[in-house]
Each structure stands twice: as C-alpha cells, then as structure tokens.
C-alpha cells in the first residue's frame, strides 16, 4: 500500500533552516508529481511547493518564495523540503502529499515550530 513518512521536523530559531524528508513507498514514485503542504493552528492546510515527477519545474507558494526549495531523489522515493530563513508564521504541521490519479495520498505530518 502507498506509505509517505515525513521526517526531518523540530523547534528552530526564526532565521534558522531545516531539511525535511518524505520518504514514499507502495507507487512507482517517478512517475508522478510530489506535494509539500503545511497546515498551521486554526487555518486551513495550504499548498506549500509542488515538483514534476523529474525534477524539472517546481511551484512555490508565494510566502515561501526564495526561502523555500523542494526536490526529489527517484533513486531513493526520497522527496526533500528545504526550508531556510524561517520565519515564526512558518510554523505548522508539514504533509507531504502524493496525488496519484483518482486518490491522492498524505503523510501523517512533521511539526515544524519557529520560535525564539
């Protein structure tokens, strides 16, 4: 069955970075695009970054422009979300999501906190 393991969360200080990992099993991974989404206290989730299912073109949400970059390993069904320059409203739980055809698929989430 399809699995998505987040990893890779934690408490940071604004400013700071982290990398956060999804690791996809269960599905040919190189076949289809790969998602980041966040979901903060008392909002709804949103859409985070998004990549092909090669690595060629990439979408960003617009808060996270510029600090933000997604990329994926297919040798490994690794999907990567590295975030730099944090930012307190960077804080939320962090899905990965794999939209495969008529199902779409979502991790248990990582919670990143930006605190000082």
């Known amino acids: 069955q399809v699995q998505l393991v987040e990893s890779g969360g934690g408490l940071v200080q604004p400013g700071g970075s982290l990398r956060l990992s999804c690791a996809a099993s269960?599905?040919?991974?190189?076949?289809?695009?790969m998602s980041w989404y966040r979901q903060a206290p008392g909002k709804e989730r949103e859409l985070v970054a998004n990549?092909?299912?090669?690595?060629?073109?990439?979408n960003y949400a617009d808060s996270v422009k510029g600090r933000f970059t997604i990329s994926r390993d297919n040798a490994k069904n690794l999907v990567y979300l590295q975030m730099n320059i944090l930012k307190y409203e960077d804080t939320a739980v962090y899905y990965c999501?794999?939209?495969?055809?008529?199902?779409?698929?979502w991790g248990q989430g990582t919670q990143v906190t930006v605190s000082s």
């Open positions: 990549i092909s299912p090669y690595g060629a073109r990439t």
């Open positions: 999501n794999a939209p495969l055809g008529r199902e779409t698929y």
């Open positions: 269960g599905f040919t991974f190189s076949r289809y695009a």
